[in-house]
């Protein structure tokens, strides 16, 4: 399908000046800055893009009075400058969104552009801005009526009521806003100590699960899954240690800098995931531009996760994995592995299946049924 931008989008864009990102320098062959299509004077091709970058310097949620306009320049900037190691993930810019009137009009801008460019089969990745810019994310596949799941990786969870900033509160409308779209939210990373104890219950009676980011660290590979399965993926950088992201400036503790990388990459190894939002970038608060680096290597990661990702067989083709049927309980199901990846699927009482871990696999063999097979037979 070609890509032809509609007015209305472009509209609600204003196009980036690669020059002045490269410092006058220009690029070299191999940077991504060569490779990135981007809107300057002209839009670009996306006929045969995978990835379509947008700025969103919207900070008024967080109770900013001025636009944050450097933040996504500031990530371009470094992410131009890495060098491009996989050449069959094409990337494409889409420039800036224009800043609206108010916070609720540069929503519906966003909105407006992602709705366009996913429609084209785009992952779109959204450089933020405060976290509250998730619910344009969000209010994409609500105007579709399009049910999803949803990952949101952040040290707090953002339903607290008492504030008036809507970075503070967003969660409650994304989540209990009738009608409602998420089957399944899955909140990884928050830090207990700055999670008040009636957040984590609130989420647990909306069948919802949230991950302490001391048990993911133990175990980063159980939430690929996790991630695999969901449609919209958000990240807080709130979530990185102060240490690895400097512009954080609420918290020492989080996740590592190659943590956060390997989160992303899973991100981009899902088919799902068509959305990503990474938010809470203030550049006036970093130091040495270590946050924008950060974030730009959690880029690189994505694009490295898609390429792994391309190399994943549909699950129809059954040629191209190995089938264990099994039961646990008296419940008869079957586990999937892939042969290209290893990754695993298993079946749920209605015969579809979702994205689950090895140790799903070992749980169900020891006759227990696994919690992530139980808590998705809740939610159906």
């Known amino acids: 399908m070609s890509f032809q ?27 991504l800055g060569y490779n990135i299509e981007a809107f300057e004077e002209r839009f670009p091709s996306l006929e045969n893009t995978d990835i379509v970058l947008i700025g969103c310097g919207e900070n008024r949620g967080a109770g900013s009075l001025r636009l944050n306009a450097k933040a996504p320049d500031a990530i371009r900037k470094e992410l131009y400058s890495l060098y491009h ?6 990337v494409a810019d889409a420039g800036n969104i224009k800043p609206g009137a108010t916070l609720h009009d540069t929503y519906a801008a966003l909105k407006t552009v992602i709705a366009e460019l996913i429609q084209h089969t785009k992952k779109v990745v959204i ?5 509250d810019l998730t619910l344009a994310q969000y209010g994409v596949y609500e105007s579709s ?4 799941e949803a990952a949101c990786i952040d040290a707090m969870i953002d339903i607290n009521m008492d504030s008036v900033l809507p970075c503070e509160r967003f969660l409650m409308r994304m989540l209990t806003h009738e009608p409602n779209f998420i089957k399944q939210y899955n909140h990884i990373g928050f830090q207990s100590y700055m999670v008040h104890p009636d957040m984590l219950e609130t989420i647990d009676k909306l069948r919802f699960d949230c991950f302490r980011v001391g048990k993911v660290k133990e175990n980063m590979e159980d939430m690929e899954p996790v991630i695999r399965n969901a449609n919209l993926f958000s990240f ?9 992201a400097p512009a954080n ?6 996740f590592t800098g190659e943590e956060a990388c390997v989160l992303m990459q899973y991100a981009g190894m899902s088919a799902n995931i068509n959305t990503v939002g990474i938010y809470g970038y203030i550049h006036e608060q970093d130091v040495h ?10 880029l690189w990661y994505l694009m490295d996760g898609m390429l792994k990702g391309k190399q994943e067989a549909a699950l129809i083709e059954t040629e191209n994995f190995s089938e264990f049927k099994m039961a646990f309980s008296e419940v008869e199901t079957t586990f999937l592995q892939s042969k290209k990846t290893g990754r695993w699927w298993m079946q749920l009482p209605e015969g579809n299946f979702i994205a ?17 097979w139980m808590r998705a037979v809740e939610r159906s």
């Not at 190691?85 to 094409?90: L, N, S």
């Not at 400036?249 to 989080?254: I, L």
Request: proline share 5%; aromatic share 6%.
């Open 5 to 31: 931008p509609i007015d209305t989008m472009l509209d609600f864009l204003e196009p980036v000046n690669k020059y002045v990102l490269s410092d006058d320098q220009g690029y070299k062959q191999n940077q």
């Open 85 to 90: 190691w996989h050449k069959d993930i094409r």
């Open 127 to 131: 450089l933020g801005g405060s976290h």
């Open 145 to 148: 009526e399009r049910i999803i």
């Open 236 to 244: 807080d950088i709130t979530a990185i240690q102060h240490a690895h």
């Open 249 to 254: 400036r609420h918290t020492p503790n989080g």
């Open 289 to 298: 531009n270590l946050t924008a680096k950060q974030i730009s290597h959690m």
């Open 356 to 372: 689950c871990s090895h140790q799903d696999y070992l749980t169900a063999s020891q006759n227990e049924i696994p919690e992530r």
